[in-house]
């Protein structure tokens, strides 16, 4: 069925709100017709549903074309780009002849049957004077009236309006311009980018329609035109995308929600989510690419306009001006020809940007890309659009392995720092970063649905450069630093775990760029292992001398160890405010030096968590525990350590709380610091065994003989608000203790009342042994959602499958809990194989049911 199929039968049937709401169902579920076709019809069809109505006299009797208006279509539906539940942008434009009351019918009888048929309306009444003037106060609505299309009535004032309309943009682009950037800019700021969130909008985002929309502008002003490769497309896809979420959510939504991605993707016949986001980002970057490019073109047209007039002063209105003109760059119109700075061989600086030398012979030199590259990041320039696509069109391929310079100059633009970031978005844009690395292509626009990443795959390494070019002082091989920092999630997209699959790959790439066998080796541990410091501190025992010897092991010398704990602070950096903290930061450091010490050879110290001496402060703790028989509470906060800034960063405050030895005590403790909402971030347990004698003279004790005191040190952090005292913690843990105060109930209660986001759906607990991590314990590893009470509830299940925890090591990132227990049986030590298996899966268990 064509669209004039659709208009004739609409028209035949009704032309009211019923005929048209039927014929716009029909059409909206047409299989056969999607994409631009479906809204170039649906405009169409509602462009003569709404002509009908104006033609209309009262109560629908046939009134003829009222004389002296027209009916405007502006915005998205101006240019005949309805969605499914795309609002309406109307304008009724009126010659100023009819009264009041003929001007408030005629409007009547158009907006009532929309708003009757639940379709959102913007709409205004105005002559052609107002609608000018609203537009030079309002960049929104001039905006909007740059797509005014005629619908129906006076065809000669909708084209009258339009040429005034498109005159006064052009008129004042040097106004309007600077003003439409700044509005996009701000928006970016507010919506992030298109190209790399796990829940987009699809139309405020940078990279989105909105911008897409904002370029069309630029073009209608003459001053400067978006690049058109791919541009239209790429709307269009995001527009087809736009159209599918508003079908399957039946609302007029932008935003891409996690829970409704898998239902778009199958309208759009994709194979799943991932599909759809890689897509969507895809034609982000095209939009937003096209933005950074045009902007500067607009930005450099306004500085020619405005350096103008004073070239003319200065030259007193002599001619022979070449005809290149002043640029009006840096210097502000100081010479009639844009300066040439030379920036590297074949590359200099021209207004701005980094540009192709007139010498330069990209056929022949296969380095210029690489080097081009270098220069405009170093010296805080973007490459020209120009001189991208003509060393892409040119350039040639590079030997294998690379030269020498070829890996250099890729170091180098690397470790430019933030400026590697445009550069990089400008080589890939045209296909230059897959030449180079042909890897890159599975990890390009590849989404990380995890809520602790910021980037999808690609940005994340690009921006782990960025960060590591700020470490580079801290390692002896910078170049391998950044190197492994862009490579070591190129694993991702390949089956299996992406650590050892990256290693295989970053060798293979390490190699094939010119690294002898020595850096390629390092490069392919780097990838390896660049979760292993973090893991390791923040989920094991670094007291257990297995933790040291294991991470020696793996890292195997100490410079490998100090380039991996800058590309381990890198990469936590660069994945999102989650995933670092002066807290980790310090764990990390603690484990960093243990490790070095056993690489020097120093042997780590054999003994059991239980053999170290307490302080004086946590025996003064147990000796009054054992002489109260109740909990002893110490509450003090940590001093930090210096932050980013200079001043210390406070890593909680440090809780120790001293127990007679008795069963209950971890989940008890844990329970009572969730009622108050104290995040934990780590916990110590030991037993203290006091001397006979020590209780001597205390209410309760005997005949001086010793005991034993369950000592447990917590950081925690209270998740909002301040810290509660240490007696209001106290009285709750004895009420806890002595069953008085049921937690576990209260919890739940909180639980129930947690507000829940719809259609969010969190993985299952997965409990598991990691094997060999101690010697002294066997070690479970809990992953789960965190929730309030979660460290209560394990402490419960460990209870009761008979394990003594002997410490905790308690990490969140995100939405997720990854949590160690080291635990040991009756007799003291490790427990056995299935033993051990069977109580991850009682735990499991728990946290699943």
């Given at each position: ?286 939009v937003a690419y096209a933005g950074d490019v045009t902007w500067r073109e607009v930005g450099r047209v306004l500085r020619a306009r405005a350096g ?63 080097r081009a590259a270098a220069a405009a990041a170093q010296a805080g320039l973007p490459l020209s659009l120009h001189a991208v696509r003509h060393l ?56 990380q649905r995890n809520a602790v990443h910021t980037w999808t795959v690609d940005r994340h390494l690009v921006e782990t450069a960025v960060r590591a ?381």
């Open positions: 069925m064509t669209s004039m199929d659709v208009r004739t039968e609409t028209e035949a049937e009704d032309s009211g709100p019923s005929g048209y709401a039927a014929a716009r169902l029909r059409l909206l579920h047409e299989e056969a017709r999607s994409g631009p076709p479906r809204r170039s019809a649906l405009a169409e069809l509602t462009d003569d549903w709404l002509a009908g109505l104006f033609r209309a006299g009262p109560s629908g009797t046939p009134g003829g074309i009222p004389k002296g208006a027209a009916l405007i279509a502006v915005g998205g539906y101006g240019r005949g780009e309805l969605s499914p539940r795309s609002d309406l942008d109307l304008l009724l434009l009126h010659d100023g002849s009819a009264g009041p009351k003929e001007l408030a019918a005629l409007a009547d009888r158009l907006w009532y049957p929309v708003w009757d048929l639940g379709i959102a309306l913007d709409h205004s009444v105005r002559t052609p004077a107002e609608a000018r003037k609203t537009a030079g106060e309002d960049l929104k609505a001039h905006l909007g009236l740059l797509d005014a299309r005629h619908v129906a009535g006076d065809l000669g004032m909708t084209t009258a309006l339009r040429t005034a309309v498109l005159a006064d943009w052009r008129n004042q682009a040097p106004k309007r311009l600077p003003e439409l950037r700044e509005l996009c800019d701000e928006r970016a700021e507010r919506h992030g980018e298109l190209g790399h969130l796990l829940e987009p909008d699809l139309k405020e985002a940078r990279g989105g329609l909105r911008d897409a929309t904002a370029l069309r502008a630029v073009a209608a002003s003459w001053l400067a035109d978006a690049p058109r490769e791919g541009l239209d497309e790429a709307r269009q896809r995001l527009l087809d995308v736009r159209d599918a979420l508003h079908l399957a959510t039946g609302r007029a939504t932008d935003r891409l929600a996690l829970q409704e991605q898998d239902q778009v993707a199958a309208g759009l016949g994709l194979l799943d989510a991932d599909t759809l986001l890689r897509q969507v980002y895809e034609a982000a970057r095209v103008r007039p004073r070239l003319r002063s200065m030259l007193g209105g002599r001619s022979g001006v070449r005809s290149g003109g002043p640029t009006g760059g840096r210097g502000g119109g100081r010479a009639p020809v844009a300066e040439r700075t030379p920036l590297a061989e074949g590359v200099v600086e021209q207004d701005g940007e980094a540009v192709l030398a007139r010498a330069a012979r990209p056929e022949r030199d296969a380095v210029l890309p690489l892409a069109a040119t350039a040639r391929p590079l030997a294998t392995p690379w030269p020498a310079e070829a890996r250099e100059q890729l170091v180098t633009l690397l470790g430019a720092g933030r400026p590697t970031v445009q550069v990089w978005e400008a080589l890939e844009a045209e296909g230059l970063i897959t030449r180079f690395l042909p890897d890159w292509e599975r990890v390009r626009c590849r989404p070019s700020a470490l580079t002082r801290r390692v002896g091989r910078p170049d391998l630093l950044l190197v492994a920092a862009l490579l070591h999630d190129i694993g991702k997209g390949w089956p299996g775990d992406h650590s050892t699959a990256g290693e295989t790959i970053a060798r293979d790439i390490a190699a094939r760029i010119g690294f002898d066998a020595g850096d390629v080796a390092v490069v392919a541990r780097l990838v390896r292992h660049h979760l292993l410091l973090v893991e390791t501190a923040t989920r094991r025992d670094l007291d257990d001398p297995a933790t040291v010897r294991g991470v020696a092991e793996a890292v195997g010398s100490v410079g490998t160890l100090e380039l991996l704990h800058a590309l381990t602070e890198a990469d936590a950096l660069a994945t999102g405010p989650a995933a670092w903290s002066t807290w980790r930061g310090a764990l990390v450091a603690d484990l960093v030096k243990r490790v070095t010490a056993v690489l020097s050879g120093e042997a780590p110290e054999e003994r059991a968590a239980e053999d170290a001496a307490p302080t004086a402060e946590q025996e003064r703790l147990a000796v009054e525990a054992y002489r109260t028989g109740g909990p002893v509470l110490s509450m003090r906060a940590d001093s930090g350590v210096p932050s980013e800034e200079g001043g210390p960063e406070p890593l909680g405050v440090e809780l120790v709380v001293a127990v007679p030895e008795r069963a209950g005590v971890l989940s008890s403790v844990a329970g009572v610091l969730a009622l108050h909402r104290l995040a934990v971030r780590t916990a110590e347990l030991g037993v203290v065994t006091l001397p006979s004698g020590m209780g001597s003279g205390a209410v309760g004790v005997g005949s001086g003989s010793g005991g034993s005191v369950l000592l447990l040190s917590w950081r925690v952090a209270a998740e909002y608000g301040s810290m509660p005292q240490a007696a209001r913690l106290r009285a709750d843990l004895v009420r806890v203790l002595d069953g008085s105060l049921d937690v576990e109930a209260r919890l739940a209660e909180r639980e129930a009342a947690y507000p829940r986001r719809r259609g969010t759906v969190a993985p299952p607990a997965r409990v598991t042994v990691a094997p060999a991590a101690s010697r002294l314990a066997t070690v479970i590893e809990v992953r789960a959602q965190d929730a309030p009470g979660l460290l209560h509830r394990i402490g419960r299940a460990l209870e009761a499958a008979e394990v003594a925890v002997r410490s905790a090591h308690v990490s969140t990132l995100g939405a997720n809990a990854v949590d160690a227990f080291y635990v040991t049986g009756a007799d003291g030590g490790p427990l056995e194989g299935d033993v051990a298996v069977g109580v991850a899966r009682e735990v499991e268990g728990v946290l699943r049911g």
